[in-house]
Each structure stands twice: as C-alpha cells, then as structure tokens.
C-alpha cells in the first residue's frame, strides 16, 4: 500500500513540475516556478519511499513469511537486510526460546486432584514457519500449542499416583510430558525443548500422608543398613576368636612338660647369677622347680 501510494504521488508530482515548468518557459509568473519546484521535491521524496520498499530489514531472532495477495512463499526471509516485492506483506514471526506457564488441577491414578505448575519451553522452526502461517496463524501457540500442552499434562499424570508428583518419579513425569508433546506439535513446526515441572501442590492431608510414609521407609532402609552393619562386625569378631582359637592351638602343641622344666631351670640359673638378694629353694616347688623368695 505505502509502495502504490508513493508511486501515485511520485507521477503526480513530476506531472505537475512538468507542467509549472512549460509554463515558466511561455513567460508566465514567478508563482508558476515556485510550485514546480516544490512538486519536484515532492517527487523526489515519493520516490525515495517508493524505492525503499524493495528493502526490508528482519530482526535478530526472526524470519519474514511473504504474503503477496494471499499466496505465501514457501521460503522466508532471514534476519537481516533482503530484497522484497514492494506490493507483498512482510508478516515477522520470532524463532526465538520462549515459554509458557501453565497452573491447572490434573487428576492422579487415584483419582486425587493435583495442582500443577508446569512450563513449556519452545521455538518455532524457522524452516516451517511459512507453513505455519499458512495453516495456523500467527497465534498458533494460542491455537496449536497450549491447547496440546494441557490434554498431554492431564493425561500423562492420570497414570501416576500423586505420590510420584512430590518424589524424584516427577522428572520421568516431565520427560513423559515432553515426549508426548513433542509427538503431536513438531510435525506443525513448533519444537518442544522441555516440560520443566515448576511446582506441585497437594492437599494438605496427603501431603502429610506422604512425607510420614517417606519417613517412615527412610527409617526402614536405617535399620537394615544398622543390621547389616551389625552382622558385618559379627562375621568379623568370629573370625577374629577363630584366629585366636587356632593360635592357640598351635602354640598349645609345640609347648612340652620337658620344655617348660628346661625354660624353669634356664630361669633358676639366671636368678642365681643376678646380684640382688634372695633365698633359693632347690626343689620345693612343683615339678622339682625352685622356689624363690625375696629378702627385701
């Protein structure tokens, strides 16, 4: 439109300084060339704006889908400066990340309801974006996106119990949720990077009932790690006495009546040489060993 205008304005305009300036020539006043100037400037001005419309300039994160009449291009414009039919619309379209909130009541396998905050992050593929625009719109998150979004929530959660939403399950719930998703919108030209889920919120009681039942298997794994500590340190103190046992043993066997009657003599003889006082009794102890009493 801004290109059919300024052409208009662009011929009338020379039309008129052509005429102001015949009539300059056959001697008319002053007046007459003074508004041949200013219709030539006109004229100027009107074809600047109307070359300007062979150019266009996308922003960064965008592509440009073409729509002559009603017939978009297959190809879009990259960012940047490209060349455009001046008589065609430019309808700019982000491939940027963005995201969309979500806080919806979803049912559990029990038949709970759960209010979830969940987020979808998502670009639309520039390659597709003609197509898109073709067969959706503009406003295909409104139409395409959020729409899938909430019935694949709803339905992915119908399988789990609410349980598994307040527990580490809740990334396999959002992993399921992106999977899902991905399946009914990329083949329209919208990818899903992920499904974060934000935040969950159970009702009270139950989310009293689940952390008492956590507790309560955490304390149960305690004590079968304590048992097991338990019989470990039991195993350990039988081989322990076993060692013993057999050391014992074997030193019981290699020790002879005869042996401890040579180590008493060996004993008997080294007392008898050493220098403190003592009265030694040859014979009057067990076994024929002496006897030693102390004069101190």
Do not use: C
């Amino acid at each position: 439109m801004v290109f059919v205008v300024s052409l208009l304005v662009t011929v009338v305009a020379l039309a008129a300084w052509r005429t102001g300036r015949a009539a300059a020539g056959r001697g008319y006043e002053a007046g007459r060339r003074a508004g041949s100037a200013v219709a030539l400037a006109v004229a100027l001005v009107a074809a600047v704006v109307a070359l300007s419309q062979f150019l266009t300039v996308i922003p960064a994160g965008h592509v440009g889908v073409v729509d002559l009449f009603g017939s978009v291009s297959p190809t879009s414009l990259k960012s940047g400066i490209n060349f455009r039919n001046p008589l065609a619309r430019i309808v700019e379209m982000s491939i940027k990340t963005q995201e969309i909130k979500e806080t919806m009541d979803v049912p559990s396998r029990e038949g709970l309801t759960v209010q979830l905050e969940i987020s979808a992050l998502f670009h639309l593929n520039p390659d597709r974006a003609p197509e898109v625009y073709r067969t959706i719109g503009p406003n295909y998150v409104e139409i395409i996106l959020q729409p899938q979004f909430r019935s694949v929530a709803r339905g992915v959660t119908a399988g789990y119990e609410a349980r598994a939403l307040y527990t580490s399950e809740r990334e396999v719930l959002a992993r399921l949720i992106l999977a899902d998703l991905q399946k009914l919108v990329e083949p329209r030209g919208i990818t899903v990077e992920s499904t974060p889920l934000r935040q969950v919120s159970l009702p009270r009681g139950l989310t009293q009932a689940i952390e008492e039942k956590l507790r309560a298997e955490q304390e149960s794994q305690r004590m079968e790690f304590v048992l097991l500590k338990e019989k470990q340190e039991a195993e350990r103190k039988r081989i322990e006495a076993q060692g013993i046992a057999d050391f014992q043993n074997i030193v019981t066997k290699g020790i002879s009546e005869p042996l401890l009657r040579w180590k008493g003599i060996e004993a008997t003889e080294k007392i008898a040489n050493s220098q403190n006082a003592k009265v030694i009794i040859i014979g009057a102890g067990k076994d024929g060993l002496p006897l030693i009493l102390d004069t101190k």
